[in-house]
């Protein structure tokens, strides 16, 4: 079944999927449905909840999956565009469905509040090595902030340099 076919307007079937966010609170054209999952039988009522929460991280998780899938996909075809047997249908269709699916979960993630924290990768190299070190959040934060602030300091450096020329240019320049 592909993206465009899904269909999930039954609102019986979306009471039963237990779902850890208010339904009445998503936009009128906002689509559930590809975050949904058949696992999502258990009834969340607390919305916040670490259970909500955690299932509303499998559920961004699947969907940064799914994005990733059409974002090869939709390379991949863009690649081999002149290539014979590359259907320039189908990689329309993956990039609308690209789009579309981009702007649902940028919708569940505004909508969840899950968003607001780093999604770390599920693919299974990254999670033998578990998550960062507090020490090494510190350490790449201000190596971040250096090089920002080294950026600034090469910009203002910068201007000073053009505004001291233009002030040479004026004064050695005749008056009218």
Request: hydrophobic share 35%.
């Amino acid at each position: 079944m592909n993206f465009s076919q899904q269909s999930y307007a039954s609102s019986s079937s979306q009471a039963s999927m237990g779902l850890a966010y208010s339904i009445s609170t998503l936009p009128s054209n906002y689509s559930i449905g590809p975050f949904l999952s058949q696992e999502s039988s258990t009834r969340v009522t607390d919305q916040n909840s670490p259970e909500a929460f955690k299932q509303n991280i499998h559920i961004a998780l699947d969907q940064v999956a799914r994005v990733n899938a059409l974002a090869r996909s939709s390379l991949n075809g863009i690649q081999n565009a002149y290539q014979a047997g590359n259907s320039l249908a189908q990689t329309e269709a993956d990039l609308i469905a690209l789009d579309r699916t981009l702007h649902t979960l940028a919708d569940f993630l505004k909508t969840t509040g899950v968003g607001a924290y780093p999604l770390l990768p599920s693919d299974p190299q990254s999670a033998a090595s578990g998550p960062p070190s507090e020490q090494h959040l510190i350490a790449e934060m201000n190596r971040e902030v250096r090089f920002l602030y080294e950026k600034l300091k090469r910009i203002q450096e910068s201007s000073g340099v053009v505004a001291q020329h233009l002030s040479t240019l004026d004064t050695t320049r005749p008056k009218p």
